[in-house]
């Protein structure tokens, strides 16, 4: 028992730093509206910072010194972020602004790569609070109690600031009505900046009063931000407390499964701690289903600037047809010049998995409105689910490639049906969780999935199975599957869902059942993500969990966001850009990340309406002219 | 209020343009408010009429003319630095801070107290005087929360909001669209109680009749153009303009 | 027997009683309007008819069928149609494929995966706007209509199920006096013609004393007042919590009775 409660302290320990993280995310949210994906990494520069600063600092006031140091930088860095970037794009799209806080985590990550290199650095433990106190009659860290402490202190300051001084009634009007504050004759630039420093300074304290318990290391940003979005989630978007009690239920719940660690249940064994690399997600998750809003938080109205409205559809004209044609038909004679690029039908293979991963996320993203973070989990099914019918029920490649995206299709309706249930940015986080759930499962069952290691020896059927074989055979279901999800986009369905995403009380009020619409329209995609991944396992002959991660999900949004949410061509075009940058640029330097993200900066700097986006409204602006000239 | 001589321009409007993304709104509009006046832009709907407040204060990023506020030209600034500089805009669909309480409503729109060129003390607002004016924010209390009010309520409180600024004209957007008549009546004394106290409005209006129970002088605006000037007399004698132009 | 009839409707808002046990009727080519103060439950009301809020008590029946506990998609399923206070078209489709969508969904299509949405009763569509006097405007984008032609594409999409019942939430808000009165004297038309019911809540006096054939009065969620409009005019307790002395309003209403 004592041993239990002791696990239940070490929770408590644990949730003050997440909740430091936690509500600087939720503090930003709330008045910039920005779900800022570099939150993590500003934790991570916490950690480092203290790092530093503690090292060249002697004695216990230095170590003191050097995390007060260190969350005022990270909140500078956080200001200067603001200022530089951020200000430009808060009339863009919401996607559009993930988008830039994700090229900082890319960016940063690769600076504190080039400062502090790729070991792990161990801190220093705070003077003063070495030791351990005896509690039950076992040891406790003493640091850990001091760090208990921390938690509701900030929690009480935060709430003191915010409800008891103009600076922080201004903030809550702010969250409200930027415009209207500014025509009251406040300067709301220098108010948001503000904010966004406190909270990079919430994040910075966080990371530096980690240093004493864990090694600064390179992946602490995204599993940083992965926590921190849960917590945000549970406690309800923009509520500092809401943030304080997911903090300790979730730092909690963790904390128990690991005192659980391996249970029977009769013949069942059931590994507690292990379940804690998604424990986390299957809270958010119930959470997300019963309380759509979170726990603290409240229905959120539609956001402001949700951007110019779309256009309507337009059937494909003559020259688009023909271009199309063409392209095809280009893509048709590669083989024949594989002499001169032999590396060619390798990349086109990929660009072309990735045009129909990315258009089946564009499906429910943009004419569905629906925004998916989790989208690697069908194209994970698919893959896994090839692989698995191949390997475990010894099926052909023609029979897996069939199957394969039923499978994923499966998956989605379970998904799916959930996530319909919910909207905008919850929406988003429940498919996160969902893709996590998906990736541990694939990570942690390592009987069925190969765990870590994945499977190998996937390859396609003998007369598939070399270099132009298998090109053709992709080329044609890609181009079939574009066709497809494209045709589907013009029929009454493609029109419904469409009318679902403008109005839901008018669709509802002419017998629409807006989420039956999504609902299909969810299981659409993951059949076509699916068909994807079935198509790329047999193009490497190995899967990893890594396609079903994060980062794959990520990696399908920038593809999208890249190319144009607005615009039919756009998943395609943004794929290929994307996966022949980061080709091209993985091979040419060690900070391919930086560069990644430099440059993916830079295109929502200069083309917020995606690329084709971009060429679409150039090819209309040009239009005109010409009309006018005769 | 007696002046001996006329009494000083506060507003003065000349050329103004302002687009909405591609779509040219307002053409060469001019205008101008003088201290203690009470003038109605009048106009149909989509005349215009929200589109000068909006460019006046600033919010149109798309914009060229000149404003000059008590000779200052305010036509470049930001909306906070017009606003700062006594420029104050109730909106037509009173924007209040539904999180926050009467209170902190008034504390957000709260600046110092200002005064004209003359040296003079320009109408100087506190919650108390604004209690006083509006009895029925003051019988609420300053913790109810603005969402939990009614939308007259809510209109008295954002006329309330804009003059803690302490404003030397403020811009009212359209007070009686979408509100009951016996609202609309309330909003009628409203403005003549703070005319009477020195408080000058420039008000955007489609009803004749509101406006001539309130203001001194009209302009009326159509597909952005100013297509009249004058007294409320002369508007009322103008059957031309009333039958092409406005509701009646 | 009336086609609409409510009986003892009511809705709580966490204790608080937003409407508090109301009774009326409509009946088929009757245009009633609903009148009252901002916050005295004309909306929750309205809201309560279509389905988009579940009334905490009463009854709500069309043809003798309660509709109480019915989704709005249900509603309108049974024969009624809305237009909104605040035009809810869909900004991403072409003034026709608005029209188009609902005739769509009226016809069972919605879940049809393959053929093109684009020729579907775009017809039947086209006559729709026709009444509504927007067949010129059918390929433009529905976001780029000014907002009087918006409403009444909003019109169009409602009347494509043809329906017993329209329910119109301020259904002039926001408009030129001009178009107000073309978009009453259109729906006055289909009133008649299609034997039409219609209720709308509406703050413009001008509208209501000359459209509605009935009008009723609502107040903190009780109906305070019923009858004609001369009634209501005169009604003392109308004239104190809604009317007030008249002075914003009464020259066009006298006008208005001069020009009739």
């Not at chain 1, 406790?140 to 409800?163: E, H, M």
């Not at chain 2, 009429?49 to 506020?69: A, D, I, N, Q, Y």
């Not at chain 2, 729109?109 to 109408?123: H, K």
């Not at chain 3, 390929?139 to 019109?155: F, I, M, N, Q």
Request: glycine fraction near 10%; charged fraction near 15%; charge should be neutral.
């Amino acid at each position: 028992m004592s041993s239990f409660l002791v696990q239940l302290l070490n929770g408590l320990a644990g949730a003050s730093s997440l909740f430091l993280v936690a509500a600087g995310l939720s503090l930003i949210f709330g008045v910039t509206r920005i779900v800022n994906f570099a939150h993590g990494s500003l934790y991570m520069l916490g950690v480092y910072i203290a790092y530093s600063m503690s090292e060249r600092l002697a004695g216990g006031v230095g170590f003191w010194f050097s995390l007060v140091f260190s969350a005022l930088a990270v909140g500078f860095i956080g200001a200067l972020i603001e200022m530089v970037l951020l200000r430009r794009i808060y009339k863009a799209p919401e996607l559009f602004q993930l988008l830039a806080t994700f090229a900082l985590v890319l960016v940063i990550k690769d600076g504190v790569l080039w400062i502090w290199g790729a070991e792990d650095l161990l801190g220093r433990r705070a003077p003063g609070l070495e030791g351990s106190v005896e509690i039950l009659g076992r040891n406790f860290p003493t640091y850990d109690l001091f760090l208990i402490v921390i938690g509701p202190v900030v929690l009480a300051l935060v709430w003191l600031l915010l409800t008891r001084t103009r600076w922080g009634t201004l903030v809550r009007a702010a969250t409200q009505d930027r415009e209207m504050l500014s025509a009251l004759g406040v300067h709301q630039s220098w108010l948001i900046t503000g904010v966004f420093a406190l909270g990079a300074m919430l994040a910075g304290l966080g990371g530096a009063l980690q240093l004493p318990r864990e090694p600064a290391n390179l992946g602490m940003d995204m599993l940083s931000i992965g926590d921190a979005f849960v917590v945000v989630v549970v406690g309800g978007m923009g509520s500092i407390p809401g943030a304080f009690v997911a903090a300790l239920i979730i730092a909690e719940i963790k904390a128990i499964c690991i005192w659980l660690g391996d249970v029977n249940f009769g013949p069942f064994s059931i590994s507690f701690s292990k379940l804690t690399l998604v424990v986390e997600f299957l809270v958010m998750a119930v959470v997300l289903v019963v309380r759509p809003w979170g726990l603290f938080g409240r229905p959120q109205g539609t956001p402001r600037h949700s951007g110019a409205p779309e256009a309507p559809l337009r059937p494909a004209g003559k020259s688009l047809r023909w271009f199309a044609v063409a392209l095809v038909a280009g893509m048709a004679v590669l083989p024949l010049l594989q002499g001169q690029f032999p590396y060619a039908l390798v990349l086109s293979v990929d660009l072309l998995i990735a045009a129909l991963f990315a258009a089946s996320l564009h499906f429910i993203m943009g004419p569905g409105g629906m925004h998916s973070f989790g989208h690697a989990a069908y194209f994970g099914l698919g893959a896994y689910g090839a692989a698995l019918l191949m390997k475990a029920a010894g099926l052909p490649m023609e029979a897996a490639l069939i199957l394969a995206p039923v499978v994923a299709g499966l998956g989605a309706v379970v998904f799916g049906w959930f996530s319909v249930r919910l909207s905008g940015v919850y929406l988003a986080m429940l498919t996160l969780a969902f893709g996590q759930i998906a990736w541990s499962i694939a990570f942690q069952w390592d009987d069925f999935t190969g765990g870590s290691n994945g499977l190998i020896g996937i390859w396609p059927s003998g007369w598939a199975n070399n270099r132009t074989a298998y090109f053709y055979l992709t080329l044609v279901l890609v181009v079939v599957g574009l066709f497809a999800l494209r045709r589907m986009l013009f029929s009454p369905f493609g029109y419904a869902m469409r009318a679902g995403r403008d109005s839901v009380l008018r669709a509802d009020a002419i017998g629409i059942d807006v989420k039956r619409i999504q609902w299909l329209a969810f299981v659409i995609a993951g059949v076509f993500a699916g068909a994807a991944g079935a198509l790329f396992v047999y193009s490497k002959g190995s899967i990893s969990p890594e396609v079903l991660s994060v980062t794959k999900s990520v990696d399908g949004l920038v593809m999208v966001l890249l190319g144009g949410v607005q615009t039919l061509a756009g998943p395609i075009v943004g794929a290929v850009t994307f996966t022949w940058l980061q080709d091209t640029v993985a091979r040419s330097t060690d900070y391919w990340r930086a560069l990644l993200g430099g440059i993916i900066l830079f295109l929502v700097l200069v083309f917020p309406q995606g690329l084709a986006g971009f060429i679409h409204d150039l090819v209309v602006k040009l239009k005109p002219n010409r009309e006018a000239a005769r | 209020m007696i002046h001996r001589e006329p009494p000083p321009t506060l507003l003065t409007v000349e050329g103004l343009n302002a687009w909405y993304g591609a779509a040219h709104i307002l053409f060469d509009v001019g205008f101008e408010v003088k201290r203690g006046e009470v003038v109605a832009l009048m106009g149909r709907n989509g005349a215009g009429k929200s589109t000068t407040f909006k460019t006046l204060m600033g919010l149109l990023e798309r914009r060229k003319g000149t404003v000059k506020l008590m000779g200052q030209d305010i036509s470049g600034r930001s909306p906070s630095q017009i606003a700062r500089m006594g420029l104050g805009f109730v909106p037509e669909d009173r924007r209040i801070f539904t999180d926050l309480t009467i209170a902190e409503n008034l504390e957000v729109g709260r600046q110092a107290a200002r005064r004209w060129p003359d040296d003079s003390p320009a109408p100087e607002w506190t919650p108390q005087k604004l209690y006083d004016l509006f009895p029925n924010l003051k019988e609420m209390g300053p913790d109810r929360l603005g969402g939990r009010m009614s939308g007259g309520e809510q209109q008295m409180l954002t006329v309330s909001r804009t003059l803690m600024g302490n404003p030397y004209l403020v811009l009212l957007d359209e007070p009686s669209e979408g509100v009951a008549p016996v609202i609309v009546e309330q909003m009628a004394h409203m403005i003549l109680a703070l005319k009477s106290q020195g408080v000058s409005i420039l008000l955007s209006e489609q009803n004749v009749h509101f406006a001539e129970l309130v203001s001194d002088r009209a302009y009326v605006l159509e597909k952005g153009q100013i297509r009249f000037s004058g007294t409320m007399a002369e508007l009322a004698a103008n059957e031309e303009v009333r039958r092409s132009y406005l509701t009646v | 027997m009336s086609l609409l009839q409510i009986r003892g409707l009511q809705k709580s808002f966490g204790g608080v009683k937003a409407v508090d046990g109301i009774d009326f009727d409509v009946a088929a080519g009757e245009l009633l309007a609903l009148i009252g103060p901002n916050g005295a439950g004309k909306s929750t009301t309205f809201n309560m008819v279509n389905g988009q809020l579940r009334a905490s008590g009463g009854s709500v029946k069309l043809d003798g069928r309660e509709l109480v506990g019915l989704k709005p998609r249900e509603i309108w399923k049974m024969g009624v149609g809305r237009t909104f206070q605040i035009a809810e078209t869909f900004a991403s489709l072409t003034v026709v494929e608005n029209v188009q969508m609902a005739l769509i969904s009226s016809h069972g299509k919605l879940y049809s995966l393959w053929s093109r949405a684009a020729g579907a009763y775009r017809n039947e569509a086209l006559e729709l706007l026709d009444q509504v006097g927007m067949k010129a405007d059918a390929d433009r984008p529905c976001s780029a209509l000014a907002y009087g032609d918006v409403k009444r594409v909003e019109l169009a999409i409602a009347l494509a199920n043809d329906p017993k019942l329209l329910l119109m939430d301020e259904p002039t808000a926001g408009m030129a006096p001009k178009e107000r009165n073309d978009l009453m004297a259109l729906t006055k038309r289909l009133v008649v013609e299609r034997k039409l019911a219609v209720l709308f809540t509406e703050h413009s006096m001008d509208v209501v004393f000359a459209y509605a054939d009935r009008m009723i009065v609502l107040a903190r969620g009780r109906l305070i007042a019923a009858g004609s409009g001369e009634e209501i005019r005169n009604h003392p307790k109308v004239q104190e919590v809604y009317f007030g002395t008249g002075k914003t309003f009464e020259k066009p209403v006298a006008q208005e009775e001069v020009a009739a």
